[in-house]
């Protein structure tokens, strides 16, 4: 197994208590595979992947608890110095929108290349010819000009393209997409997903896909987690999860997602807010939003169980043969 987090706890100091962002997570990637973790914002995802590399801004945040096996190490036990040589070369990450994650003062060339003489100790003219090869790659035409444009000078989707460039520049064993496709029309978001997944079949790449788009997970993911107030709801292959969904969490996720060929007056919504997480409701957090609410779904804690070769964490599970896990 290439990435297996345990028991993962990351909790900040804010304003009023301490926040419980994510709350004992459990999930594992093997190469060549793609892991989504889905939900709607504030239930952790991010959190979780920020985690995973240590970029947890402490204070406020810290990880209080858990494992994060990487190639068999705990990476909470790695040193700063060792983080940093794993970050960008074993270990790479896209981030969110990548306008803001690109520095508008240095040319594309020189931030890719940035990244290969950092890890991979080649000089200048070298790394430069590398970053060329990385653009052509990742489908940017004419990559010996677009290396001395600068991020203004380039489309949502070609920025994009380059966060990717750089995040596979050192051929990363494990690549972290934090919603990749934010802010991308529909026809880029389709063209971003299938490189990604082409550049995953080539490089035997394994990626961890944050999202809260499940089309996106139908069309790329092996298996899923989905996430609820820093909590494992479900965990499926992906199969198992459209087929059937268990939680009633999962199942409005799904019903959420537009069908052209159904026409209806007004899209599904699941009623209610995700709760503050400096006041969550007791038992269940999802219990004040959910349809199947039983009495005791709102004086406990439901546990994460066994059920149908898949994990669920709800009380209709609770009781079958196959136990708790």
């Known amino acids: 197994m290439l990435l297996e987090v345990k028991n993962l706890q990351t909790q900040f100091r804010v304003k009023g208590g301490l926040v419980n962002a994510v709350d004992g997570v459990d999930f594992e990637v093997d190469k060549g595979e793609i892991l989504a973790i889905v939900g709607e914002s504030g239930s952790g995802k991010s ?32 040193s700063k110095k060792e983080m940093q040589n794993i970050r960008g ?22 931030q890719i290349s940035e990244t290969i003489i950092r890890h991979r100790k080649l000089k200048k003219r070298e790394a430069m010819a590398e970053a060329v090869k990385m653009l052509e790659l990742v489908g940017i ?21 380059v966060m990717i460039a750089i995040a596979l520049s050192c051929t990363p064993e494990l690549l972290i997409a934090d919603e990749p ?13 299938e490189l990604i997944v082409n550049l995953k079949d ?26 609820y107030c820093g909590k494992i709801v479900e965990k499926a292959t992906s199969l198992q ?47 004040d939003r959910c349809s199947k609410c039983m009495d005791i779904c709102t004086q406990k804690q439901p546990e994460l169980v066994e059920y149908e070769g898949r994990k669920v964490r709800c009380f209709l599970y609770s009781d079958k043969p196959e136990g708790k896990v």
Not at 141 to 160: A, C, F, V, W
Not at 181 to 189: P, R
């Open 47 to 78: 959190v979780t992947s920020l985690s995973i590399l240590s970029l947890i801004p402490n204070p406020p945040g810290k990880i209080i608890g858990g494992e994060i096996i990487f190639k068999g190490e705990d990476l909470l036990k790695k």
């Open 89 to 110: 070369n074993e270990i790479s990450m896209i981030f969110q929108e990548p306008m803001t994650s690109l520095n508008p003062v240095y040319t594309i060339g020189k």
């Open 141 to 161: 035409p004419t990559p010996e000009k677009r290396i001395n444009d600068y991020p203004h000078q380039l489309s949502g989707g070609m920025r994009q393209r």
């Open 181 to 193: 496709t934010t802010a991308l029309d529909v026809t880029i978001q389709a063209q971003i997903l």
């Open 202 to 227: 080539k490089l035997s790449t394994a990626i961890l896909l944050i999202t809260h788009d499940l089309g996106v997970v139908a069309e790329t993911a092996d298996k899923v987690v989905v996430m």
């Open 241 to 287: 999860l459209f087929a059937k969904p268990l939680h009633p969490y999962t199942e409005g996720l799904l019903l959420s997602i537009p069908k052209v060929d159904e026409k209806v007056d007004e899209l599904y919504m699941i009623p209610g807010m995700v709760p503050n997480p400096l006041n969550m409701p007791r038992g269940c957090s999802f219990s």
